[in-house]
């Protein structure tokens, strides 16, 4: 019954800013780090940064959207965020949520379902 439901993504002009919300429910959210990841069509899907349970990064942000994007979460709400300024159209892509966490033995990871981003003029 854990799910990630994502929502905030939508079509924006270039130099447009836009937040991605990711809502956590039916796991402890706190307990797991976050990740959003993108993918463009016909191309693999990468890694845009992640932040630890209590919200500190623990990897990078891509250097294409280095200054730009932010990745925060707000763990009493169950959320994950991705704010994105000042977009530009190589930033359109399909954008999941992903959380992690050592629980026991095993990896666990869950993933959102995605929600797109295009940016056009």
């Known amino acids: 019954q854990a799910q990630l439901v994502e929502s905030g993504g939508g079509l924006v002009q270039p130099g447009d800013s836009l937040t991605l919300s990711c809502a956590a429910s039916g796991f402890t959210f706190s307990e797991y780090v976050l990740s959003w990841y993108r993918q463009a069509p016909g191309k693999e899907r990468e890694m845009v940064g992640t932040?630890?349970?209590?919200?500190?990064?623990?990897?990078e942000l891509l250097d294409s959207v280095k200054g730009r994007f932010t990745i925060s979460r707000d763990n009493g709400k169950n959320m994950g965020y991705l704010l994105m300024n000042s977009l530009k159209p190589e930033d359109t892509a399909v954008y999941f949520c992903n959380v992690r966490a050592a629980i026991y033995d095993r990896l666990l990871q869950y993933w959102g379902q995605g929600t797109q981003v295009t940016v056009s003029s």
């Open positions: 932040i630890s349970s209590g919200g500190y990064i623990i990897k």
